[in-house]
């Protein structure tokens, strides 16, 4: 009995030892049968990479572990329903998953404020004359919180302003980031603050 309970054993190290070897589309298709072994090796693979990337921006090491376990969470449930199509590119899917879900936090939970000096509020300013109603109107609001006027923004230009202006990133970063380039992510940023000026002046929230 006991000679077959390590033959079981070993056997179980053989299957789990050539599965480590799989590629990831290998495991990827594996976990559409419903192998959830081949998904933990996923899971082992690439954690600490979608950790690094998280504590990038995440500066509290417990917040950082909760997102990037909603990562995993949220690919998985995506491969077990289908939903995953970019064969061969795991590792970008899974990263955009965790880009998305570091703007989420800080969209939801952390409010964005127009602070004097501040990058947004030099852009902001920069955009008007001295005299314009406009930037009466900028400086006179400037210290609520345009959140809400951040989240009516088209995905992408969104995107580009809580990297830049909250996050902090430079364009070659968001560029990189994004998979764009880097006149494209200058595009967006003008079109969003031309977006935002306006919706200011006839909203007048700022």
């Not at 970019?86 to 404020?113: E, Y």
């Amino acid at each position: 009995m006991k000679d077959r309970d390590n033959s079981f054993d070993n056997l179980q190290k053989i299957q789990t030892l050539k599965t480590a070897t799989l590629t990831d589309n290998d495991l990827v298709g594996r976990i559409a049968t419903g192998c959830d072994n081949s998904y933990a090796i996923l899971h082992d693979r690439y954690r600490r990479k979608v950790l690094g990337y998280v504590t990038l921006f995440i500066r509290r090491q417990d917040v950082a572990e909760d997102i990037t376990q909603d990562v995993f969470i949220k690919a998985y449930r995506s491969l077990k329903a289908g939903y995953y199509q970019d064969n061969g590119k795991f590792v970008p899917w899974l990263m955009r998953i965790a880009r998305n879900l570091v703007i989420d936090h800080f969209r939801k939970d952390s409010p964005i404020f127009v602070e004097d000096g501040s990058p947004m509020d030099y852009k902001l300013r920069s955009m008007t004359g001295d005299d314009s109603p406009e930037k009466l109107i900028i400086r006179k609001q400037q210290k609520y919180s345009i959140k809400s006027l951040i989240d009516e923004l088209p995905k992408e230009q969104k995107e580009v302003v809580l990297l830049r202006f909250y996050i902090g990133l430079s364009f070659k970063e968001i560029a990189e980031y994004t998979d764009v380039s880097i006149n494209t992510a200058l595009g967006r940023m003008r079109y969003a603050l031309i977006n935002l000026k306006k919706k200011a002046v006839s909203m007048e929230r700022f």
